[in-house]
C-alpha cells in the first residue's frame, strides 16, 4: 500500500488548509480500511488527530473537535482532512495511514506533509 499526502503548508492562525490522502496498491477495496490522520510536532510525539471507518464514522482528539473534519471519497481511494481555524499549536508533519481488514493497528504510512500555522 502506498499513500502520498499532500496540501500542507504555511498559512496564518485562523485559516484553512485540506489535506489529501491518495492511496494505491490496495489488496481490498479502499472502503475496507480505516483511515487515519496523525501528526507529529517537534519535539512531541506523534498524535492521532482523527480517523474516519469505511462507512463514514470518526473519530476526533479533543482539540481538533469542531475545527477538522475527516471525510474519505472511497471510488477516488482519496481521504481529507479539512482544518479550519488553525492555531500555531497545530503545527506540525501531518500523516495519513491506514488500517487493513483483521488488522489491529495502522499498518501503511505516508511520508507526511508539512502544516505550519504562523501567529
Known amino acids: 500500500v502506498q499513500l502520498v499526502e499532500s496540501g500542507g503548508g504555511l498559512v496564518q492562525a485562523g485559516d484553512s488548509l485540506r489535506l489529501s490522502c491518495a492511496a494505491s496498491?490496495?489488496?481490498?477495496?479502499?472502503?475496507?480500511?480505516?483511515m487515519g490522520w496523525f501528526r507529529q510536532a517537534p519535539g512531541k510525539e506523534r498524535e492521532s488527530v482523527a480517523a474516519?471507518?469505511?462507512?463514514?464514522?470518526?473519530n476526533y482528539v479533543d482539540s481538533v473537535k469542531g475545527r477538522f473534519t475527516i471525510s474519505r471519497d472511497n471510488a477516488k481511494n482519496t481521504g481529507f482532512l479539512q482544518m479550519n481555524s488553525l492555531k500555531s499549536e497545530d503545527t506540525a508533519v501531518y500523516y495519513c495511514?491506514?488500517?487493513?481488514?483483521?488488522?489491529?493497528?495502522?499498518?501503511?504510512w505516508g511520508r507526511g506533509t508539512q502544516v505550519t500555522v504562523s501567529s
Open positions: 495511514a491506514v488500517r487493513g481488514p483483521l488488522k489491529g493497528t495502522f499498518d501503511s
Open positions: 496498491g490496495l489488496t481490498f477495496s479502499f472502503s475496507r480500511y480505516v
Open positions: 474516519i471507518s469505511g462507512g463514514g464514522t470518526t
